[in-house]
C-alpha cells in the first residue's frame, strides 16, 4: 500500500521548462526569449557562473525550521488536499524567505496554482506523466491533482514533491538559473544533459533540505523517508528516457545529502564532479 500511495503521490518531477522529448516544441525558446548577454570571444568567462557554483545562499548554514505543521491529509477529501498543499506552500515560504534574508538577497514567493486536469502554461504544454510544473516564464507552481491521489494520499510524498518544484523557484530567484539558461543556450545535447542533471539533483537537494526541518515528524517518519529514498534509488530513473534527472542511486545520494546536513550550501551541483551527477 504504501509503494501505491508513493507512486500515486506525485514522483514524477518535471521542469516545465526543460527541452526534454517530452516537452512540447516552444517550451525552450520561450524560456529563453530574454537571455543574459552572452559572453564575447572565445574563452572569455561567462557572466553569472559564481551566482551557480559560489551563490550566497551557499552560506547561510541550516535551513530555518518553521515548525512546519501542514496537519492531516485525510483520504478522499479534494478540500483537504488543497488545504495542504497551500498550508506546505506557505511554510517552504517562510524557510527560504529567511533564508534569503540570512544571505541579503531578495525574495519573492511564487504563486501556486492548483488544478485537476492538464493545462497549458506559459511555458508551453502540460508535460505527459507529470503532476507538478514550474514554469519560470510566470513563476507559478503548477500542482495538478488527481482521483487517485486524493483517495490514496501520502502526505510525504506530496511535501517532497511541492518542495523539489519549490527548489526551482529558488534557482530561478537566486541568479542561479541566469547562468544556467546561458550555459544551456551554448551547450551540445551532451553538455545540455548534464546541466539538466546539475539543476534537477540541485533542486531534489533543496527538497531534501526541507524535509530535514521536519524530521522525526508525523509527517517525516525517518522509516516513510527511509523508503522514499530506497524507491528513487531504484526508480527515480524509470520515467525519463534520457539521463537528464541523473540515475536513481544518484538521485538517492542527493537526497540523502540534503536530508542529513540540511544547508542549501549541501546542494551545490555545480561545482562538483562530473560523475557526482551522473
Keep these: 500500500m504504501l509503494a501505491l500511495a508513493l507512486a500515486a503521490a506525485g514522483l514524477v518531477i518535471v521542469l516545465a521548462d526543460m527541452a526534454t522529448t517530452s516537452t512540447a516544441p516552444g517550451n525552450e525558446a520561450q524560456q529563453q526569449a530574454s537571455p543574459p548577454a552572452r559572453a564575447s570571444g572565445k574563452g572569455a568567462p561567462v557572466p553569472g557562473k ?160 526541507f524535509m530535514s526541518t521536519m524530521r522525526g515528524t508525523e509527517l517525516v517518519t525517518e522509516e516513510d523517508w527511509a523508503y522514499t529514498v530506497d524507491w528513487f534509488k531504484k526508480n527515480g530513473a524509470k520515467g525519463w528516457p534520457q539521463n537528464d534527472h541523473g540515475r536513481g542511486p544518484t538521485q538517492a545520494a542527493w537526497m540523502k545529502r540534503g536530508f542529513n546536513r540540511g544547508t542549501p550550501g549541501a546542494c551545490n551541483t555545480w561545482s562538483v564532479s562530473p560523475r557526482k551527477t551522473l
Design 50 to 209: 559564481s551566482l551557480a557554483t559560489a551563490n550566497p545562499l551557499y552560506r547561510t548554514g541550516r535551513l530555518a525550521d518553521v515548525n512546519c505543521a501542514p496537519g492531516a491529509l485525510p483520504a478522499g477529501s479534494m478540500s483537504a488536499y488543497r488545504r495542504f498543499l497551500i498550508r506546505v506552500t506557505t511554510c517552504l515560504n517562510k524557510a527560504w524567505g529567511a533564508q534569503f534574508r540570512k544571505a541579503g538577497m531578495p525574495f519573492s514567493k511564487p504563486r501556486l496554482r492548483i488544478i485537476t486536469r492538464k493545462v497549458k502554461t506559459p511555458c508551453g504544454s502540460w508535460n505527459a506523466g507529470a503532476d507538478a510544473v514550474y514554469c519560470s516564464t510566470d513563476r507559478t507552481m503548477y500542482l495538478m491533482i488527481s482521483k487517485d491521489q486524493v483517495r490514496n494520499p501520502f502526505p510525504l510524498g506530496i511535501t517532497r514533491l511541492v518542495a523539489h518544484e519549490y527548489g526551482h523557484h529558488i534557482q530561478q530567484i537566486s541568479g542561479i538559473w541566469d547562468y544556467y539558461w546561458l550555459v544551456r543556450s551554448m551547450a551540445g545535447k551532451a553538455r545540455r544533459l548534464q546541466l539538466s542533471r546539475n539543476s534537477e539533483l540541485q533542486a531534489e537537494c533543496f527538497s531534501a533540505v
